[in-house]
């Protein structure tokens, strides 16, 4: 949305700090004086210019009408390794002031003025550039922010507390399609937008709930065409329950997926969506660990909705969680959206958008629709895209795609389309797919002779996810035969050579083997060493495998580290990385001859199912983590690690 720029710029003021009362508001009003740096040094500190300051300057900041200036340190530009900055940012607080200066309601002006740093006796004086009376209103109306209502927020400053509205500087030109009317509402964290956009664009105006960040996570939309558009976004775009009406009258209404209606249904869209309300009755709580946590409201027949900061869950409930058609959008484990079919609380089937670059530190958006179980995908034919940094679409694959272990990427096996953008099933985008990679481009991969092999047979009996593709993948069997044949010929040409010339090939290998000793001798490292990633309770450990890799210089280890999934569901992972000596030198050993335990796999921890009796009273038990009655015959059934005994939950074997 083109409003977010503006969004973030008012959400700056929401929690800006009250500084402390260091220096002196003679310095800055009525007229701007020169400031003595030093005056507010305290003992020890090498900061000299802590000179903040706010008070109330005119008028009653109490009770009344008045004025209330704000003048803290801007951070540019730094003169000198003193550390003492000549730019100010004067923040003006100008209306009515009520409860004990605790509310206002009016306008907000900033400026930033500088200085020049002058030494008189070694002595430093921050002398105005510009000796401004900033009592005057023509200094502070080119600096207007908004007006409005805002609320003490104790030594955080003002925040901004129900209505307000932003200024148009003047002379400012609104381009086509810019917004030229920005108005908001907050309470607390929640924060409704009302704007108004120039001709020439694609919106004419737009209300609805706002995330902190300034993306508009719903409301009403009314295009330029005429039609409108009434439910819930993701960046932009229609997605969750939401209704969508022509300029003709004719109406789509259903769950949504990124601008195609998926599921056409009635849904009831909560007014809360569209404005800011209060008063709505609790229809239920979900508890955790015994407290409630997520309170639902009614949005009318059947369905609910739950809104917090960075959070939503909206759709039909059954026993306190979603059931049924629904959207969720989530910010604990990354942003992360969620429309379709629930059951349970969790999607089952629709669609799931994460932001890689919130999540996992990549700069890409990746949508994913299919079948879901505990949130995961589960290994189906699904559609996987991939947008960039600026939501260019950059990869769509169709196919039997499946999450890795640590559910940051989905891969594809087997046949899938590529990049099939519309849809036309052309054999040209048809690709054998190995972990994601193009089969076809692998030959720099180490036994892609052997994969070769592998995929040609895999690919007479792959399952197909489209019922023409089989014959379509005639055209692509032909050029991996092709290619495998062709591999073999390089192969055994290369054998054929080698017997040919065998002192040559011999004379290599010595030369390659010296080589490698001299790796080897670089380091003292065995197979069977053990070493410790880290501190902690139980941090990551790894095993060295064997000798070092003389052609990568690099050493085979089993690395044991812990897995957080997306679902706060945790596990211990055994991997396979190659690290270099270097990197291994960095590490603290902390044995030798090692072995993994076979018990538990290199985990630790072996999977057993408890069944516990619910005991004591009624009310609320640890175990199972809920409410219950107490019935002699009830147990809770729990999923649990033990302790591999055998390896004391190392992992690993000392021999």
């Not at 609320?151 to 002379?171: F, L, Q, V």
């Not at 919106?203 to 960040?213: D, I, Q």
């Not at 947008?387 to 795609?401: H, L, N, Q, S, T």
């Amino acid at each position: 949305m083109q409003a977010k720029n503006v969004l973030l710029i008012i959400l700056l003021f929401l929690f800006q700090a009250m500084a402390a009362q260091d220096g002196k508001l003679s310095w800055y009003y009525p007229k701007l004086t020169d400031v003595n740096p030093q005056q507010t040094i305290k003992k020890g500190s090498s900061i000299l210019n802590t000179h903040a300051v706010a008070g109330c300057v005119t008028g009653n900041c109490k009770t009344g009408t008045g004025e209330y200036l704000k003048a803290t340190v801007a951070d540019d530009p730094k003169q000198d390794a003193s550390g003492i900055f000549t730019g100010m940012n004067l923040t003006l607080y100008k209306g009515k002031f009520s409860n004990d200066g605790k509310n206002f309601e009016g306008t907000v002006y900033t400026q930033k003025v500088y200085y020049d740093l002058v030494y008189k006796k070694d002595d430093p004086k921050l002398i105005p550039k510009t000796k401004y009376d900033i009592s005057e209103e023509s200094f502070w109306k080119p600096g207007e922010v908004a007006s409005g209502m805002m609320e003490s927020a104790g030594s955080a400053g003002y925040k901004w507390h129900g209505w307000m509205e932003t200024a148009t500087k003047p002379g400012t030109v609104i381009a086509a399609g810019q917004p030229n009317s920005f108005k908001a509402h907050f309470i607390s964290d929640k924060a409704h937008v009302k704007i108004k956009y120039a001709a020439g664009g694609a919106y004419t105006e737009v209300e609805g709930r706002a995330l902190t960040n300034g993306d508009i996570l719903g409301g009403r939309i009314h295009f330029s065409d005429g039609s409108v558009y009434e439910g819930f976004l993701q960046k932009g775009k229609r997605f969750g329950p939401g209704r969508y009406i022509l300029k003709d009258g004719k109406k789509e209404e259903g769950i949504w997926m990124l601008d195609s209606l998926a599921m056409p249904m009635v849904v009831n869209l909560p007014k809360d969506l569209f404005e800011p309300v209060t008063g709505v009755p609790v229809i239920a709580a979900i508890a955790y660990g015994g407290y409630p946590t997520l309170e639902f409201m009614d949005a009318g027949n059947g369905w609910v909705y739950s809104f917090y900061t960075n959070a939503l869950y909206m759709g039909k409930m059954e026993n306190g969680k979603l059931d049924g058609p629904g959207f969720m959008f989530t910010n604990s484990e990354g942003r992360v959206f969620r429309t379709g079919n629930f059951k349970d609380g969790k999607l089952v089937s629709g669609m799931k958008v994460r932001d890689d670059k919130y999540t996992y530190g990549g700069e890409y958006t990746t949508v994913i629709t299919g079948n879901f179980k505990d949130d995961q995908l589960i290994p189906s034919c699904s559609k996987l895209i991939r947008y960039d940094a600026m939501g260019k679409p950059v990869r769509m694959i169709e196919g039997f795609i499946y999450p890795s272990k640590n559910f940051n990427k989905e891969f594809a096996d087997g046949w899938a389309y590529v990049n099939d953008w519309e849809g036309k099933r052309d054999p040209a985008n048809l690709q054998y797919l190995y972990n994601g990679e193009d089969y076809l481009n692998m030959s720099g991969q180490p036994n892609y002779v052997s994969w070769f092999t592998k995929g040609l047979k895999e690919s007479e009996t792959a399952t197909y996810c489209f019922s023409s593709m089989k014959a379509q993948a005639a055209p692509i069997l032909a050029m991996m035969k092709y290619r495998h044949d062709s591999v073999v010929v390089v192969a055994s040409k290369r054998d054929a050579d080698i017997a040919a010339n065998k002192a040559a090939w011999a004379k290599r290998e010595v030369d390659r083997k010296a080589a490698c000793d001299i790796e080897k001798g670089r380091y003292d490292f065995k197979q069977g060493d053990y070493y410790q990633i880290g501190e902690g309770f139980d941090p990551a450990t790894f095993m060295i495998a064997g000798t070092v890799d003389c052609i990568l210089k690099r050493y085979l280890v089993l690395k044991r580290s812990w897995v957080q999934t997306t679902s706060k569901k945790g596990y211990w992972q055994l991997s396979t990385p190659y690290l270099s000596g270097e990197e291994i030198k960095k590490y603290k050993k902390i044995g030798a001859n090692f072995s993994i335990c076979t018990k538990c796999n290199g985990a630790g921890a072996i999977p057993v199912t408890e069944y516990h009796e619910v005991g004591g009273d009624s009310g609320y038990t640890a175990v199972g983590g809920g409410w219950a009655v107490k019935n002699p015959e009830t147990y809770w059934k729990v999923e649990a690690w033990h302790q591999c005994k055998v390896c004391s939950g190392k992992g690993f074997i000392g021999k």
